[in-house]
């Protein structure tokens, strides 16, 4: 990635030592998983990188992303590859494909195995039609089969498996998905600079956005702005996600920006009723940070921010009652319509939420309190340090959730109707900074404007982060 800042170009990039760091982790965790298990530390470990498509029936082709557990291990950017480690050597091994001559005038350069192998540091590269008689010369087991661990997902993960040609080996599909899972949750030292990388520039392009948004402007036009920053700016390509760009009524929408409804829908002051609502929401996000450390229970967290957002609403007289009652009754989710949060990594709802280890996930009273829909992680405590994960907290009037909670017996008289009605087409307020746990805390790695004032004054031009803050 290069970064162009002023007359300068930085360079940020990412080092292979990630992945073979990755790499050594993921057999090291395996084999404490078979050791657990009484299972000999043989085998090997086969993912299969993903693959170009096509868009429809058309010759042109989807700007092509690499599967995110291949990524992990190796960091090939091109389609088409397999790899592998064996697991009791720790030997790693790529598998390009043999391309067409053709392949040279349309997309350039073929290059052999060997490039492969110098560039993404791995012990061995050879084509993919080699590959099962290179599999086949490994450490065979009592059938005289040698042993393949694939990755295959269960509860909202990924698979990443392919039969084909694999039919003269041992096949084991339930070990490895667990394990590269929750390596991926547990961010290293070289993961971690990344990610702060990515959030500088994140961060770096909401401002752009917040500064450039003017009266009359197009909710497309801010998300061009940000698309652009990130690119241009930060040499990121890629997006973790369809930009949310939504004013108005549109922000009561929690993915809006979708295709059916595309951001085209701006005043760089809060009224009277937006700074509550935020004041609600912002208040929310401090308490919950406050609070984050390893061993924390998650649903906690997530009635912490309800019950502050709950506070908020009553003391500005839109809610009455006890707020205790609210909460036993579910009020806070007829607001807060969604999880408190998800692992982040690779794929911006990570995986390691839905950890298949009973005692690892939320009780049925949990998931009953949230949603299970809307849980996005099954795990009711912080993990230990080095855990990465969005922390989004969130005041919406949604007028299909408001109606029948208005009617309820259970809830109608909690409403202050005038008032909330009075809101109706407000849209709502989100607040998602992505957070590291550390061994006492958490690190906040999005450094956006928060404060009214002072969000107020970067969108009046205002440098950011503050010129008395800077270094």
């Known amino acids: 990635m290069e970064v162009e800042n002023g007359n300068e170009v930085e360079t940020f990039v990412i080092p292979v030592e990630l992945y073979q760091t990755n790499r050594l982790k993921t057999i090291s965790t395996l084999k404490q998983r078979l050791l657990e298990q009484s299972r000999p530390l043989e085998g090997i470990i086969l993912l299969q990188g993903g693959e170009e498509h096509s868009r429809y029936c058309t010759d042109g082709v989807d700007l092509?992303?690499?599967?995110?557990?291949?990524?992990?291990?190796?960091?090939?950017?091109?389609?088409?590859?397999?790899?592998?480690?064996?697991?009791?050597?720790?030997?790693?091994?790529?598998?390009?494909?043999?391309?067409?001559?053709?392949?040279?005038?349309?997309?350039?350069?073929?290059?052999?195995?060997?490039h492969f192998k110098e560039k993404y540091a791995v012990d061995?590269?050879?084509?993919?039609?080699?590959?099962?008689?290179i599999l086949k010369e490994q450490e065979l087991n009592a059938e005289g089969k040698a042993l393949l661990f694939l990755l295959y997902g269960r509860e909202f993960e990924n698979s990443n498996e392919n039969n084909e040609g694999l039919e003269d080996f041992a096949a084991d599909r339930i070990t490895l998905h667990p394990v590269m899972s929750e390596c991926r949750v547990l961010?290293?030292?070289?993961?971690?600079?990344?990610?702060?990388?990515?959030?500088?520039?994140?961060?770096?392009?909401?401002?752009?956005?917040?500064?450039?948004?003017?009266?009359?402007?197009?909710?497309?036009?801010?998300e061009s702005i940000f698309l652009h920053e990130v690119y241009y700016n930060g040499g990121c390509r890629y997006v973790s996600y369809t930009c949310i760009c939504a004013t108005g009524p549109?922000?009561?929408?929690?993915?809006?920006?979708?295709?059916?409804?595309?951001?085209?829908?701006?005043?760089g002051k809060f009224t009277a009723d937006q700074k509550i609502i935020y004041?609600?929401?912002?208040?929310?996000?401090?308490?919950?940070?406050?609070?984050m450390k390893p061993g924390v229970n998650w649903v906690d967290m997530h009635k912490l921010a309800e019950e502050k957002i709950l506070e908020n609403l009553k003391a500005a007289g839109f809610l009455k009652g006890d707020v205790a009652a609210m909460m036993a009754a579910r009020l806070g989710a007829v607001f807060m319509p969604h999880g408190l949060g998800h692992f982040m990594g690779l794929d911006v709802h990570d995986t390691g939420g839905y950890p298949q280890a009973?005692?690892?996930?939320?009780?049925?009273?949990?998931?009953?309190?949230?949603?299970?829909?809307?849980?996005?992680?099954?795990?009711?405590?912080l993990v230990k340090d080095r855990a990465r994960s969005s922390r989004r907290d969130g005041c919406y009037f949604i007028d299909p959730l408001l109606d029948p909670a208005m009617e309820?017996?259970?809830?109608?008289?909690?409403?202050?109707?005038e008032n909330i009605d009075r809101l109706r087409g407000f849209g709502g307020v989100r607040l998602e900074d992505d957070v590291v746990v550390t061994a006492d805390g958490c690190e906040n790695l999005t450094n956006c404007p928060r404060e009214i004032a002072d969000v107020e004054a970067v969108m009046a031009g205002a440098p950011w982060p503050p010129t008395s803050s800077k270094k």
């Open 279 to 291: 004041e609600a929401v912002l208040k929310a996000q401090k308490a919950v940070m406050s609070q």
């Open 64 to 114: 092509f992303r690499q599967e995110s557990y291949f990524a992990y291990l190796f960091g090939v950017i091109e389609p088409g590859l397999y790899g592998a480690i064996d697991i009791a050597t720790s030997r790693s091994y790529l598998f390009v494909p043999r391309l067409d001559p053709s392949y040279a005038v349309w997309q350039g350069k073929i290059e052999p195995p060997e």
């Open 408 to 417: 309820d017996p259970l809830t109608s008289s909690f409403f202050v109707k």
């Open 250 to 267: 549109n922000s009561s929408i929690l993915h809006y920006g979708h295709a059916a409804a595309p951001n085209d829908r701006i005043n």
């Open 358 to 381: 009973r005692n690892c996930r939320l009780s049925s009273e949990e998931y009953k309190f949230i949603g299970y829909g809307k849980a996005q992680r099954a795990r009711p405590q």
């Open 187 to 222: 961010k290293t030292k070289l993961e971690l600079d990344v990610l702060r990388y990515t959030n500088k520039v994140s961060s770096a392009a909401h401002v752009k956005v917040m500064r450039s948004a003017k009266p009359g402007m197009k909710e497309y036009q801010l």
């Open 124 to 133: 061995d590269a050879y084509y993919v039609d080699e590959m099962t008689g």
